[in-house]
C-alpha cells in the first residue's frame, strides 16, 4: 500500500534518531505525540501519533503512549518483535508480543 522503496526502521536507526533529536511530548492538531527534531538546525522533524495498540479488536492507550514497529526479533523471544515505545514520559527501544497491532512507520530509502 506504501509503495516506493520503503522499509521498517531498524534498531540502529531509531538509535541514530535519538542520538541526532531532540524529542518532547506534544499535540498536534488535537493529535498527542512525540515530535523529534534535529539537533544540528531543527528545521527537520517528524511527528509520530500516540495510537496505542490493538488487542482482540479494541485499540488500548490511544493519546497516551505509541508503539512502532522495528525490522527486528528479539535475539531471545522470537515471538516479541523489537519496537520503539513512546509515553509523555520518555521514548525508549522494547520489545512487545508480536500478536498486537502496533503502528508501521516507513523510511524510504
Known amino acids: 500500500h506504501m509503495?516506493?522503496?520503503w522499509h521498517m526502521p531498524s534498531p540502529?536507526?531509531?538509535k541514530e534518531l535519538f542520538d541526532?533529536?531532540?524529542n518532547t511530548?506534544?499535540?498536534?492538531d488535537g493529535v498527542s505525540g512525540r515530535l523529534f527534531t534535529s539537533k544540528n538546525d531543527g528545521s527537520k522533524s517528524i511527528f509520530i501519533p500516540a495510537a496505542g495498540r490493538a488487542v482482540d479488536g479494541l485499540v488500548h492507550g490511544r493519546?497516551?503512549?505509541g508503539y512502532?514497529?522495528?525490522s527486528m526479533l528479539l535475539m531471545d523471544y522470537v515471538?516479541?518483535?523489537q519496537d520503539l515505545y513512546f509515553s509523555s514520559d520518555s521514548a525508549n527501544l522494547g520489545g512487545y508480543d508480536r500478536y498486537y497491532g502496533?503502528?508501521?512507520r516507513g523510511i524510504i530509502g
Do not use: A, E, F
Not at 25 to 28: A, F, I, P
Open 25 to 28: 511530548w506534544t499535540t498536534q
Open 79 to 81: 515471538s516479541y518483535g
Open 3 to 5: 509503495g516506493g522503496d
Open 68 to 70: 512502532v514497529w522495528l
Open 20 to 22: 541526532n533529536t531532540t
Open 102 to 104: 502496533l503502528s508501521v
Open 63 to 65: 493519546g497516551n503512549y
Open 12 to 14: 540502529d536507526q531509531i
